[in-house]
Nanobody, 124 residues
Framework: QLQLVESGGGLVQPGGSLRLSCLAS????????ISWFRQAPGKEREAVSC????????NYRESVKGRFTISRDRAKNTVILQMNSLKPEDTAVYYC?????????????????WGKGTLVTVSS
């Protein structure tokens, strides 16, 4: 059973930072591209960032470029989303998702497994 568990969400003031983790259990993330999505209240889910199997390919939505960084911690079977300079519009439930891949890119479709999400609230 593929299981992903997100952690690291919380309440932070504008301009602050949070570090989200996506931990896999029951399988190795080495064969999966990992994506982060978010869904704000009353809005549709949107893609935020993804990372390839090797970590050599990453992608970010325009509004988070320069502020968010995605990375892999293979020893911990975890993918990290470091979020800096947070804005109120970053408030959302953040989900990680895994897609089995045999190539060296990442995309946001054909997801094999989703986590249950972690809430990020940016407010003063």
């Amino acid at each position: 059973q593929l299981q992903l568990v997100e952690s690291g969400g919380g309440l932070v003031q504008p301009g602050g930072s949070l570090r989200l983790s996506c931990l896999a259990s029951g399988f190795s993330l080495d064969n999966y591209a990992i994506s982060w999505f978010r869904q704000a209240p009353g809005k549709e889910r949107e893609a935020v960032s993804c990372i390839s199997r090797s970590g050599g390919f990453t992608n970010y939505r325009e509004s988070v470029k320069g502020r968010f960084t995605i990375s892999r911690d293979r020893a911990k079977n975890t993918v990290i989303l470091q979020m800096n300079s947070l804005k109120p519009e970053d408030t959302a439930v953040y989900y990680c998702a895994a897609r089995f891949r045999s190539d060296s890119i990442c995309t946001y479709n054909a997801i094999n497994s989703w986590g249950k999400g972690t809430l990020v609230t940016v407010s003063s």
